[in-house]
């Protein structure tokens, strides 16, 4: 029986009712360092070959066109065909690192580039469809653009990191706390923020209800919005 689905991620999470006795599992890695070059192997079931494994390494971790907007994508060489999504990417010590979900491909085939969802990302998305039935996430309401080098020297800053809020939406969440067009947003709870991405990803980890603590950058001054 289906349990919850999370469209953003790409992941299910199935109900067994009778497992057999002795079922043989396999677990998600607890936050593996893993490095481009890493070798991985995918299992599945490519057109119905079941149990088919193919090898290979880790191309890339996130990077241009490689992140969702909730997740890094792990990309890997190992040929991953139609029937291999949803299977297992393990690396050589037999911890789940991903999950495979898609290929990119100009024909169809495999041509060496496959992306997996990271095994944090698959863990926390199973673990909320498991307690709630569905995944909840933390929404602030802006439309964001990250620091380039004009903007850089713009504001003086020394580092092009944070997220510079281009439009904030009436009515959200970040309206109501005084969030204004123009603001710089350098860090959440604290954590320094890299880009726009980060800020998405730490946003959308927060429950709905929670109050934030935003620090920003408004003419020139550094400034604490709290939002909920």
Do not use: C
């Not at 607890?30 to 490519?46: C, H």
């Amino acid at each position: 029986t289906l349990v919850g689905a999370d469209p953003l991620t790409d992941l299910a999470v199935l109900k067994v009712e009778e497992p057999p006795k002795g079922q043989a599992f396999v677990q998600f890695a607890e936050d593996v360092n893993l490095r481009v070059g890493d070798w991985v192997v995918a299992v599945g079931n490519p057109f119905g070959l079941g149990g088919s494994v193919t090898s290979g390494i880790v191309s890339a971790i996130g990077g241009e066109s490689r992140q969702g907007t909730f997740l890094d994508f792990i990309q890997i060489d190992a040929p991953i065909h139609r029937g291999n999504s949803g299977g297992p990417t393990f690396d050589l010590k037999g911890r789940v690192v991903g999950v495979n979900t898609a290929i990119y491909s100009p024909n169809g085939g495999s041509v060496g580039i496959g992306f997996a969802i990271p095994a944090k990302t698959a863990k926390e998305t199973v673990a909320s469809l498991i307690k709630n039935g569905s995944v909840t996430r933390g929404w602030l309401g802006v439309s964001i653009q990250p620091v380039d080098d004009d903007i850089k020297a713009a504001l003086k800053l020394k580092e092009a990191k944070g997220a510079l809020v281009a439009e904030v939406i009436p009515g959200t969440p970040a309206a109501k706390a005084g969030l204004t067009d123009g603001d710089l947003i350098q860090k959440l709870n604290g954590r320094e923020l890299s880009d726009p991405r980060d800020l998405t990803r730490s946003i959308s980890a927060l429950p709905p209800g929670e109050k934030a603590r935003l620090t920003v950058l408004r003419n020139g001054a550094e400034k604490i919005v709290t939002v909920t």
